[in-house]
C-alpha cells in the first residue's frame, strides 16, 4: 500500500501540463544563469589579475612583513595579522555580550517584550558602516585614547587595533544577538520541560540544558558575526590609523593593539586600490588581498551555516 | 545553592541585555541628537556648497536614491528568476544546494570585494569610469540574496491548495506560476527588496571606486563618466579629513538623514513581517 501524504506545493506544480515552450521557465532560468555567469566572470578576472604576484613573491606574499609598493615589496602578513586582531577584540567582546542578552530576552523576557527587543535589535543591525565609523572617528578614538593616557600608557593617537575591535564588537553585536536568540528558541520545549521536571532551577537549566543544546546555533552565531567582522572595510578604515607593517612582538603583544595598524580590508578601501591600476604587480597585489579575504570570510560563513544545519539534522 | 545559581546567571543575563541595548539606543541617540538640529528643509533641498560646510545635499539624497533604485531594478528579475528556478525548476538535491550555497557565500561576501570587481569590470573593462549604473549593479547583486531568499521562503509557505486548485483548473505550469504563486509570493519580494535597499543605501564600499564622487556632481546625463554624489561617500570624504565645526554639524545631519532613510524603508515591511509572523504561528 502507497503511504498517502500531502504534496508540497513545488510537487502538485508537476501535476500540472507543461507547454513546450514555457516563457516563465525559460526567463527563471535565464535570470539564473545571468547571475551565475555575472559571478564566475568576476571572480575569474579576479583570479587571474592576482596571478602576476606569486610569480614575483611566491610565498613571500604570505610570509613577508613589509609592504613597500615603491620598492615592489609586497608581504601581508602585518595585514593578515591586524585583520585577526581587532576580529578575535570584536568577538571576545561581543560574542559573550550578545549570547547574555539573547538569553536574557528569551528567558526572562514575556513574549511580547523579547518581540519589540527583537525587533529593535533587527533595526539597529541595519545602522550603515560609514555611520559607525563616523560614530569611531568623532567619538569613541577620543574616548580610547583619554582612556589609554589615563590608565598610563601612551598611545600615539586614538586611531588603533584596539579601537577598531571596539567599534566592530558594536556592529556584530545585533548579529550576534538575533542568531543566538534564533539558537535559543530552536532548543525543543521537551528538552526545558525535562530539565525543569529533573528539578533543575530556572538558572541551572539555561546553564546546564539550554545553552548545550543549543551550543551549535550559537557558535554559527558567533561564526557568522566573525565573517561580518573580518571583511568590514569602511569603519575600520577609519579608525584603525592604516600603519603598514606593524608587526607586534609577538601576537596580541598589549602595545600593539593600541597602535594603529592595518588590516586587509582598510588596505583595499585606501588609495592604493586606485592607484595601483597601473602596475600588473602591484595591483595583482591588491587584487590577492581581496581574494584572501574573500576565501576566508567565505569559509567562515560557509562553516557557520554547515554546523547549524548539522545541529538542525539531529533534532 | 540553586538560588545563588538562578542569581548569578540572571543578574549576567540582565547586565549583558542593559550592555546591548544601552550601547546600542545610545548611537541612535547620538547621532540624532548631533544632527536633528542640522536637518531642515533646505538641508535636503540644497546643493553642497564650501566643501560640505554650507549647503545641503540634495543631490547626495538624489544619488543614494538613484543608486538603490537602479540596485532594486537589477535584482527584482534576477532574485524572481532564482527563486523560482530555485524552488521550482531545479529538482531537489545537488543543484538546489550548490544554488543555496551560491547564495550564501554572496551574502557573505565582504561589500569591499564588490567595489574591486566593479573597478575591474565597470571602471576599466567597459570604461565607464565612474558611472551611477555600475553602483546600481554593483548594490543590486549585494542585496540579490536578501530578496531571493525573502522571496523564497514565502513560497514555502505557499497552501499547496491553491496551487492544486489552479492546476485542476487546467492552468498550464507557467500559468500558475505568473498568476497563483507570483501574485501571492508578492509580500515576500517586496520585503526583502526593502529590506536590501535599506542595507544598500548605507554601502559605502562597493560604489566609492566605481560610481559616486565628492563634489561636483548633479543629475547624470548618460552612463560614461556620470558619477552621483551619495549621503555614505559624503559622511566617509567629510568626517575623515575636517575639524571644522560647521563642517561636523552637516556630517551628523547627512548621517541622521541616511539613517532615517534606512530606517524608514525596513519599518514600511514591519506591519507585513509580523502578519507573516502571525500566520505561521496560527497555521
Given at each position: 500500500m502507497t503511504p498517502t501524504r500531502v504534496l508540497t506545493p513545488g510537487e502538485s506544480l508537476f501535476l500540472a501540463p507543461r507547454r513546450q515552450w514555457d516563457l516563465v521557465r525559460a526567463s527563471s532560468y535565464g535570470f539564473t544563469a545571468v547571475t551565475v555567469l555575472a559571478l564566475a566572470v568576476a571572480l575569474t578576472l579576479l583570479v587571474w589579475q592576482n596571478l602576476p604576484i606569486w610569480g614575483h613573491s611566491g610565498e613571500g606574499y604570505f610570509?613577508?612583513?613589509?609592504?613597500?609598493f615603491r620598492h615592489q615589496a609586497f608581504g601581508m602578513l602585518p595585514m593578515l595579522y591586524g585583520t585577526i586582531a581587532v576580529s578575535v577584540i570584536a568577538l571576545l567582546l561581543a560574542g559573550p555580550i550578545g549570547i547574555g542578552a539573547a538569553v536574557f530576552a528569551g528567558e526572562y523576557l514575556p513574549a511580547r517584550a523579547r518581540m519589540v527587543m527583537k525587533l529593535m535589535i533587527e533595526l539597529l543591525a541595519g545602522i550603515p558602516s560609514v555611520v559607525y565609523g563616523l560614530l569611531g572617528i568623532l567619538i569613541l578614538r577620543n574616548y580610547v585614547y583619554d582612556s589609554l593616557r589615563a590608565m598610563g600608557m601612551d598611545p600615539l593617537s586614538g586611531d588603533s587595533l584596539l579601537t577598531a575591535g571596539l567599534l566592530l564588537a558594536v556592529m556584530v553585536l545585533p548579529t550576534v544577538m538575533t542568531l543566538a536568540d534564533d539558537a535559543l528558541r530552536g532548543v525543543s520545549p521537551i528538552q526545558r520541560q525535562a530539565a525543569r521536571g529533573l528539578g533543575l532551577s530556572q538558572g541551572q537549566s539555561i546553564l546546564f540544558v539550554l545553552l548545550p543544546q543549543a551550543g551549535r546555533g550559537l557558535v554559527a552565531a558567533v561564526l557568522l558575526a566573525l565573517g561580518r567582522a573580518l571583511g568590514e572595510a569602511i569603519a575600520v578604515f577609519l579608525v584603525v590609523g592604516r600603519q603598514d607593517n606593524q608587526w607586534p612582538r609577538f601576537p596580541f603583544a598589549p602595545d600593539s593593539l593600541i597602535n594603529a595598524g592595518q588590516t586587509l580590508a582598510s588596505k583595499l578601501g585606501g588609495a592604493e586600490t586606485n592607484i595601483a591600476y597601473g602596475d600588473p604587480v602591484h595591483w595583482a597585489a591588491v587584487v590577492g588581498l581581496g581574494l584572501i579575504l574573500l576565501s576566508v570570510v567565505i569559509t567562515v560563513t560557509l562553516l557557520s551555516a554547515w554546523i547549524q544545519r548539522r545541529g538542525e539534522a539531529h533534532v | 545553592m540553586c538560588r545563588t545559581t538562578d542569581r548569578v546567571v540572571f543578574v549576567a543575563a540582565l547586565g549583558c541585555a542593559v550592555i546591548a541595548c544601552g550601547v546600542l539606543l545610545s548611537i541612535v541617540a547620538a547621532i540624532a541628537i548631533r544632527g536633528l538640529p542640522a536637518v531642515s528643509w533646505h538641508f535636503l533641498t540644497e546643493q553642497i556648497r564650501l566643501v560640505g560646510a554650507a549647503g545641503g545635499i540634495f543631490y547626495n539624497l538624489v544619488g543614494t536614491l538613484l543608486l538603490i533604485a537602479t540596485a532594486g531594478a537589477i535584482s527584482t528579475p534576477l532574485a524572481m528568476g532564482i527563486a523560482l528556478t530555485h524552488s521550482y525548476y531545479l529538482p531537489e538535491g545537488r543543484a538546489r544546494r550548490n544554488l543555496s550555497l551560491l547564495l550564501y557565500a554572496l551574502n557573505g561576501t565582504p561589500s569591499i570585494l564588490f567595489g574591486i570587481a566593479g573597478l575591474i569590470i565597470f571602471v576599466k573593462y567597459f570604461g565607464w569610469g565612474k558611472s551611477w549604473l555600475s553602483g546600481g549593479i554593483l548594490l543590486g547583486f549585494l542585496i540579490l540574496p536578501t530578496v531571493t531568499v525573502s522571496l523564497v521562503e514565502r513560497i514555502k509557505v505557499l497552501p499547496g491548495k491553491y496551487i492544486e486548485a489552479a492546476a485542476g483548473l487546467g492552468l498550464t505550469r507557467s500559468q500558475i506560476v505568473s498568476s497563483v504563486v507570483l501574485p501571492q509570493s508578492m509580500s515576500g519580494l517586496i520585503t526583502g527588496l526593502l529590506l536590501g535597499l535599506a542595507r544598500a543605501a548605507g554601502e559605502t564600499a562597493p560604489i566609492m571606486f566605481t560610481a559616486t564622487i565628492f563634489?561636483?556632481?548633479?543629475?547624470?546625463?548618460?552612463?560614461?563618466?556620470s558619477p552621483v554624489l551619495s549621503m555614505p561617500y559624503h559622511i566617509f570624504i567629510l568626517c575623515q579629513d575636517s575639524y571644522d565645526p560647521g563642517v561636523s554639524a552637516k556630517v551628523w545631519g547627512t548621517a541622521t538623514v541616511l539613517l532615517g532613510l534606512v530606517f524608514l524603508l525596513s519599518l514600511i515591511v514591519l506591519p507585513m513581517r509580523l502578519k507573516v509572523h502571525e500566520e505561521a504561528k496560527n497555521a
Open positions: 610570509t613577508g612583513k613589509n609592504w613597500y | 563634489a561636483g556632481a548633479t543629475f547624470p546625463a548618460g552612463v560614461k563618466e
